[in-house]
């Protein structure tokens, strides 16, 4: 079992930035893949980036050039950096890990974190 901790979330101007962290304990060997998921009141959980243990990645139409998914192996943690942030970016923000296929091209996670809240004030 994957355990997952994540900090960094908080009230934020629009416009400003944020950084998550998520720490990965447990079953390491069992994941190559972690990610960010995001969910506003009254919407269903979304993907917002994932990455695999090797780097590639994979965005959210709604992110792309504004959010930086990045790993850090040695430390079994995944960061993201928000910038530019919009109000609609409010949400509960969930860390997850799991498995990827070798094409990056279907994940599958199964590991959860609690959930940090972002807020972007306008």
């Known amino acids: 079992q994957v355990h997952l901790v994540e900090s960094g979330g908080g009230l934020v101007q629009a416009g400003g930035s944020l950084r998550l962290s998520c720490a990965a304990s447990g079953s390491i060997f069992s994941i190559n893949a972690m990610g960010w998921y995001r969910q506003a009141p009254g919407k269903q959980r979304g993907l917002v980036a994932a990455?695999?243990?090797?780097?590639?990645?994979n965005y959210a139409d709604s992110v792309k050039g504004r959010f930086t998914i990045s790993n850090d192996n040695a430390k079994n943690t995944v960061y993201l950096q928000m910038n530019r942030l919009k109000p609609e970016d409010t949400a509960v923000y969930y860390c997850?890990?799991?498995?990827?296929?070798?094409?990056?091209?279907?994940?599958?996670?199964?590991?959860w974190g609690q959930g940090t809240q972002v807020t972007v004030s306008s």
């Open positions: 997850a890990a799991g498995h990827v296929n070798s094409y990056a091209t279907i994940w599958n996670f199964g590991s």
């Open positions: 990455i695999t243990s090797g780097g590639s990645t």
